[in-house]
T-cell receptor
Framework: GAVVSQHPSWVICKSGTSVKIECRSLDFQATTMFWYRQFPKQSLMLMATSNEGSKATYEQGVEKDKFLINHASLTLSTLTVTSAHPEDSSFYIC?????????????????FGPGTRLTVL | LAKTTQPISMDSYEGQEVNITCSHNNIATNDYITWYQQFPSQGPRFIIQGYKTKVTNEVASLFIPADRKSSTLSLPRVSLSDTAVYYCLVGDILTGANNLFFGTGTRLTVIP
């Protein structure tokens, strides 16, 4: 299957600083990427949809000015957690949509990155 | 978006077949059913996807009845390494408009 990477895999930062997380589709182009957040023992929660060349679409309750998303190319989306606080500590996971036609067969799959664990002190 | 309901947890002994059922009563015509597996501190991993009847791959089978209001993921002869959380998701892939929303998932524990 297609590969999605995230960098860094973990990060520890002080309260008030900003942290950037990168999501890359390594062997395919993704016009759409997604950012999720997962707290311990809980399910993944969709934060926003990142579309290449346009503004991200945020889910209800997610502050767009706090979680800045940039999808500057077909293989890279970044999530910047601005002025991070301890309550932002979580596991952040991205996914990339891989869609197209293989002959007459239409496919549309999402491949997930390995996640980034953010700890804000 | 169709909401999914799964058992919160399941236990199974090694070597047994495990069936995890997911309810999705409001599934739409264009919705596909996809199952993911997640280990702690890792991203979800695609297991299987289907639209109707039965789909089988090298790791699992997916059974979908005619009314498509539920689906069952079948894992043959589970091993300890199959201990994970399994998520059932429903989404429209034909139009490419699906954003995958995760439900609670089923935490499977395989016992020696």
């Amino acid at each position: 299957g297609a590969v999605v990477s995230q960098h860094p895999s973990w990060v520890i930062c002080k309260s008030g600083t900003s942290v950037k997380i990168e999501c890359r589709s390594l062997d395919f182009q993704a016009t759409t990427m997604f950012w999720y957040r997962q707290f311990p023992k809980q399910s993944l929660m969709l934060m926003a949809t990142s579309n290449e060349g346009s503004k991200a679409t945020y889910e209800q309750g997610v502050e767009k000015d706090k979680f800045l998303i940039n999808h500057a190319s077909l293989t890279l989306s970044t999530l910047t957690v601005t002025s991070a606080h301890p309550e932002d500590s979580s596991f952040y996971i991205c996914s990339a949509r891989h869609a197209g036609l293989a002959g007459d067969l239409e496919y549309n799959e999402q491949f997930f990155g390995p996640g980034t664990r953010l700890t804000v002190l | 978006l169709a909401k999914t309901t799964q058992p919160i947890s399941m236990d199974s002994y090694e070597g047994q077949e495990v069936n995890i059922t997911c309810s999705h009563n409001n599934i739409a015509t264009n919705d596909y059913i996809t199952w993911y597996q997640q280990f702690p501190s890792q991203g979800p991993r695609f297991i299987i996807q289907g639209y109707k009847t039965k789909v089988t791959n090298e790791v699992a089978s997916l059974f979908i009845p005619a009314d498509r209001k539920s689906s069952t993921l079948s894992l043959p002869r589970v091993s300890l390494s199959d201990t994970a959380v399994y998520y059932c998701l429903v989404g429209d892939i034909l139009t490419g408009a699906n954003n995958l929303f995760f439900g609670t998932g089923t935490r499977l524990t395989v016992i020696p």
